[in-house]
T-cell receptor, first 109, second 111 residues
Framework: EDQVTQSPEALRLQEGESSSLNCSYTVSGLRGLFWYRQDPGKGPEFLFTLYSAGEEKEKERLKATLTKKESFLHITAPKPEDSATYLCAVQASTNKLIFGTGTLLAVQP | DVKVTQSSRYLVKRTGEKVFLECVQDMDHENMFWYRQDPGLGLRLIYFSYDVKMKEKGDIPEGYSVSREKKERFSLILESASTNQTSMYLC??????????FGSGTQLSVL
């Protein structure tokens, strides 16, 4: 069964304290892995797409990496405005998109 | 920038009412989707459409229907709203089955 698991469910960091969020998956034929950011009461905002193991993408303080079984979203020196829920989604060979339940990140000043 | 617009941010309806949620995208995307998002359950796909007048059931279509008469517009219909349909509803669009672009969401409360 195709499955996506994100950990931790919630993470609290001090401003400047780097960390990583995890997205592990089991899927039949990975076509792509997507990261989204969601602010409270709003729709998810697209961040990155990763297509194959070893691929990396960066945007400001965020860096996403991909292996054959998981993806990491590394947050370097986070700021309070990085506080949000981060969602991972995996697209299977059937084109079906499976979402994880997200990691709620809180960055305290 | 892609813009996906949902007609209402907040909606309160009574049990048994017929509810229409409207979604419009401005980037000529062929694919459009309706999800609902509930705490602890994540995003669940209700219906999707790969072309005008086409529709496909997602994972939880029961109690819902959709309409896509024009490429840019995808409507979700709750035929007879029930309290278990209280949720955040998210519309999304995509080009060639790539990344999704979401609207701001409609928080629906059914009383």
């Amino acid at each position: 069964e195709d499955q996506v698991t994100q950990s931790p469910e919630a993470l609290r960091l001090q401003e400047g304290e780097s960390s990583s969020l995890n997205c592990s998956y089991t899927v039949s034929g990975l076509r792509g892995l997507f990261w989204y950011r969601q602010d409270p009461g709003k729709g998810p905002e697209f961040l990155f797409t990763l297509y194959s193991a070893g691929e990396e993408k960066e945007k400001e303080r965020l860096k996403a990496t991909l292996t054959k079984k998981e993806s990491f979203l590394h947050i370097t020196a986070p700021k309070p405005e990085d506080s949000a829920t981060y969602l991972c989604a995996v697209q299977a060979s059937t084109n079906k998109l499976i979402f994880g339940t997200g990691t709620l990140l809180a960055v305290q000043p | 920038d892609v813009k996906v617009t949902q007609s209402s941010r907040y909606l309160v309806k009574r049990t048994g009412e017929k509810v229409f949620l409207e979604c419009v995208q401005d980037m000529d995307h062929e694919n459009m989707f309706w999800y609902r998002q509930d705490p602890g359950l994540g995003l669940r796909l209700i219906y999707f459409s790969y072309d005008v007048k086409m529709k496909e059931k997602g994972d939880i279509p029961e109690g819902y229907s959709v309409s896509r008469e024009k490429k840019e517009r995808f409507s979700l219909i709750l035929e007879s709203a029930s309290t278990n349909q209280t949720s955040m509803y998210l519309c999304a669009s995509s080009l060639k089955r790539r990344e999704l672009f979401f609207g701001s969401g409609t928080q629906l409360s059914v009383l």
